[in-house]
């Protein structure tokens, strides 16, 4: 008995196109955010952890770029200016970052429990600093450090010459006008003084944030109970606050570890006297942009996101962990 077959119609042009559609049309519509993250997001990185085993000055062209395995990593570690930009790193971030918390989270308090009727005014105004270019505060604070004229200095000779607070400042008379800018004691203070201004309301906002979470039952069974403020801030604001602290406090250690912008400008892009004010990121940058070596400078960059990334792992084992527990 012969075999029929019966031949399939093909489809409509409309019905495959619809089909095609369905099938490639949802990833050409997300193919835009993966091809900008490849090109600006991945491919530097991935290119950034190349560069730095090689040596390479970005002048002379791709094709002088030379393999040099660990020996930019090795340099660096015997380099005197990297380990000194570690070391202003650090001090700035620990002396700028750690009054940030201390103030901002008792400033929060009191704005969203006693002043509640200036709390989104004053909120804003501390908030301020944040969003504000770095460049034009660092300008701003550039001229207050001034050594004849600055606003800081002259408010110190009058405090010390003034008979009503002479008794306090009298004795700094001898030594003012003060070099801020010019002398190495002197420069880190004044960064980290103009760090901690920046980004102080920035804290205050995010506690305030937090606080706003805490049920207010919370203080009211405890004024019932007979708690004072000071009982109700440390037993019942800051266990619950602990996530928030944990995340402020995680960006404030990245944050602070990347100063570039400010130390830049308030020492000329130098690094000051005995580079007193040179960060890793500023140490990066004239490695890279002033001597053109670029292998190197890409070294310091990933010896910078080690550092950053251990100092955030021990802060989230000491510390993240009880307080990511905490609100379960």
Same mark, same amino acid.
């Given at each position: 008995?012969?075999?029929?077959?019966?031949? @399939?119609?093909?489809l409509?042009?409309?019905?495959?196109f619809?089909?095609?559609?369905?099938?490639?049309?949802?990833?050409?519509?997300?193919?835009?955010?993966?091809?900008?993250?490849?090109?600006?997001?991945?491919f530097?990185?991935?290119?950034?952890?190349?560069?730095?085993f090689?040596?390479?000055?970005?002048?002379?062209?791709l094709?002088?770029?030379?393999?040099?395995?660990?020996?930019?990593?090795?340099?660096?570690?015997?380099?005197?200016?990297?380990?000194?930009?570690?070391?202003?790193?650090?001090?700035?971030?620990?002396?700028?970052?750690?009054?940030?918390?201390?103030?901002?989270?008792p400033?929060?308090?009191?704005?969203?429990?006693?002043?509640?009727?200036?709390?989104?005014?004053?909120?804003?105004?501390y908030f301020?600093?944040?969003?504000?270019?770095?460049?034009?505060?660092?300008l701003?604070?550039?001229?207050?450090?001034?050594?004849?004229?600055?606003?800081?200095?002259?408010?110190?000779i009058?405090?010390?010459?003034?008979?009503?607070?002479?008794?306090?400042?009298?004795?700094?008379?001898?030594?003012?006008?003060?070099?801020?800018?010019?002398?190495?004691?002197?420069?880190?203070?004044?960064?980290?003084?103009?760090?901690?201004?920046?980004?102080?309301?920035f804290? @205050?906002?995010l506690?305030?944030?937090?606080?706003?979470?805490?049920?207010?039952?919370?203080?009211?069974?405890?004024?019932?109970?007979?708690?004072?403020?000071?009982?109700?801030?440390?037993?019942?604001?800051l266990?619950?606050?602990?996530?928030?602290?944990?995340?402020?406090?995680?960006?404030?250690?990245?944050?602070?570890?990347?100063?570039?912008?400010?130390?830049?400008i308030?020492?000329?892009?130098?690094?000051?006297?005995?580079?007193?004010?040179?960060?890793?990121?500023?140490y990066?940058?004239?490695?890279?942009?002033?001597?053109?070596?670029?292998?190197?400078?890409?070294?310091?960059?990933?010896?910078?996101?080690?550092?950053?990334?251990?100092?955030?792992?021990?802060?989230?084992?000491?510390?993240g962990?009880?307080?990511?527990?905490?609100?379960?």
């Amino acid at each position: 008995m012969a075999r029929t077959t019966t031949s @399939v119609p093909p489809l409509p042009w409309s019905t495959r196109f619809d089909k095609f559609q369905r099938r490639i049309a949802p990833y050409l519509f997300i193919s835009p955010f993966f091809i900008l993250f490849a090109v600006f997001g991945l491919f530097p990185i991935v290119f950034s952890m190349y560069l730095s085993f090689q040596a390479w000055n970005p002048i002379q062209g791709l094709g002088t770029m030379r393999y040099v395995g660990l020996e930019n990593y090795v340099w660096l570690m015997d380099d005197p200016w990297f380990w000194r930009s570690i070391t202003n790193t650090l001090w700035i971030a620990f002396a700028a970052g750690i009054p940030q918390h201390l103030m901002a989270i008792p400033l929060a308090f009191a704005l969203s429990r006693g002043i509640s009727s200036f709390r989104h005014p004053l909120t804003a105004a501390y908030f301020l600093p944040y969003i504000t270019s770095a460049v034009a505060i660092a300008l701003v604070f550039q001229t207050i450090f001034g050594t004849q004229f600055g606003a800081l200095n002259q408010a110190l000779i009058y405090l010390a010459n003034a008979p009503w607070s002479a008794w306090l400042f009298g004795g700094l008379a001898e030594n003012l006008p003060v070099n801020w800018l010019g002398r190495a004691p002197y420069i880190k203070p004044a960064i980290s003084i103009l760090v901690w201004w920046q980004f102080f309301g920035f804290n @205050v906002v995010l506690y305030a944030a937090g606080l706003a979470t805490i049920p207010k039952d919370y203080y009211e069974a405890a004024q019932i109970d007979g708690a004072s403020g000071r009982q109700s801030f440390f037993h019942i604001t800051l266990p619950l606050l602990r996530p928030m602290i944990f995340f402020a406090v995680t960006l404030t250690i990245i944050g602070n570890l990347q100063l570039f912008d400010q130390p830049f400008i308030l020492t000329g892009g130098t690094g000051g006297t005995s580079q007193a004010g040179m960060t890793v990121a500023m140490y990066l940058y004239r490695t890279g942009f002033e001597w053109l070596e670029m292998g190197t400078a890409a070294a310091i960059s990933w010896l910078l996101f080690l550092l950053i990334g251990t100092l955030t792992v021990i802060h989230f084992y000491f510390f993240g962990r009880s307080g990511l527990e905490s609100r379960d």
